[in-house]
């Protein structure tokens, strides 16, 4: 079996990522926003990552404006992604906003098709608690930059079958990747503990023991991380950071879960990160 046409439900930083990467392995994408400003920004930032991954990648080639243009359908209708083979769920960290996602998806697609949900910390379980085909949903947790990353971290909810297990190793290896498959608890295993990392460097720099680049300096140059807990929330996106912190607290209840002020304040005050020019770091004026 081949994939040829994948759904992708959020045109926010990884469905752009996770689209980028399926055009660059030859596959058509549906891509679906509720913001239509969104989704003509979406195209924008699918253009320049193409561009830019072959500088970035060895094993990246090369794929033209034109292709985008063919290849992807952009829009804000769900009901588009009917006939495609496979979707790949990246809508807002927010379960309210998943479910209702997931209810009209089970309407919209055939029974047969499977749901891959990106989510950072969300329980995959819970998504199939509200369609009609639990078994055929299963936790994809790619990591931003998509083309960069080799592996990845795949969640079985209670009721994932193995056959869709297998359909995502498919559609992964046609992305010229691999997977780790863990047991579903919200955050699995990448964000029950990465979260934490990066709640806990927020609170350092809240109580001004150090500033973002000591603290990322240290995590780099002291333990050889390519990248400090900061720099990584910036990456992610801070509003994502902290709505998965909620979630993670609101899942376990356990304090070391709570969301640092700081943090929240920050994505009130609209520093968002790499997304926003603004968060523990400055990025007005660097090309992203
Ligand atoms: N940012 C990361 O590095 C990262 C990594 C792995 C997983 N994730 C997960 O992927 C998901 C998306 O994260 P993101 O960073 O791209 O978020 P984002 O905020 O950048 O994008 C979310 C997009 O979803 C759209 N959206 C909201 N409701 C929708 C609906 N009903 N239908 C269609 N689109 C809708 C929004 O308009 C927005 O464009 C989240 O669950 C997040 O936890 C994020």
């Not at 829009?75 to 998943?98: A, G, P, Q």
């Amino acid at each position: 079996m081949k994939f040829s046409t994948i759904g992708v439900i959020g045109a926010g930083t990884m469905g752009v990522s996770v689209t980028a990467d399926l055009l660059l392995h030859d596959m058509d994408v549906v891509l679906i926003d509720v913001s239509e400003d969104r989704l003509k920004e979406a195209r924008a930032e699918i253009i320049k990552t193409l561009r830019f991954a072959p500088m970035l990648a060895k094993h990246v080639k090369a794929v033209s404006e034109v292709t985008v243009l063919e290849r992807v359908t952009f829009s804000t209708h769900l009901d588009d992604v009917r006939n495609c083979e496979f979707i790949v769920e990246n809508v807002t960290e927010e379960w309210t906003i998943k479910e209702h996602v997931y209810k009209a998806l089970d309407l919209i697609c055939d029974s047969d098709i499977c749901f891959g949900m990106n989510t950072s910390c969300t329980s995959i379980t819970q998504a199939g608690s509200v369609v009609s085909r639990p078994e055929r949903i299963v936790g994809v947790h790619f990591m931003n930059p998509v083309f960069l990353k080799p592996t990845v971290e795949v969640i079985r909810g209670f009721h994932t079958s193995n056959e869709t297990l297998q359909a995502l190793e498919t559609l992964l290896r046609q992305m010229g990747k691999e997977s780790i498959v863990v047991n579903d608890y919200p955050g699995f295993v990448s964000n029950r503990i990465s979260h934490l990392f990066m709640n806990e460097a927020a609170y350092v720099v809240q109580d001004q023991v150090a500033n973002p680049q000591q603290i990322d300096a240290i995590f780099k140059k002291c333990y050889g991380h390519t990248m400090g807990p900061l720099e990584t929330a910036d990456l992610i996106g801070l509003d994502t950071v902290m709505r998965s912190i909620d979630v993670l607290y609101e899942s376990y209840h356990d304090s070391k879960f709570r969301c640092c002020p700081l943090l929240r304040k920050m994505v009130l005050a609209g520093n968002l990160g790499r997304k926003s020019g603004k968060g523990f770091y400055d990025y007005a004026h660097q090309a992203n």
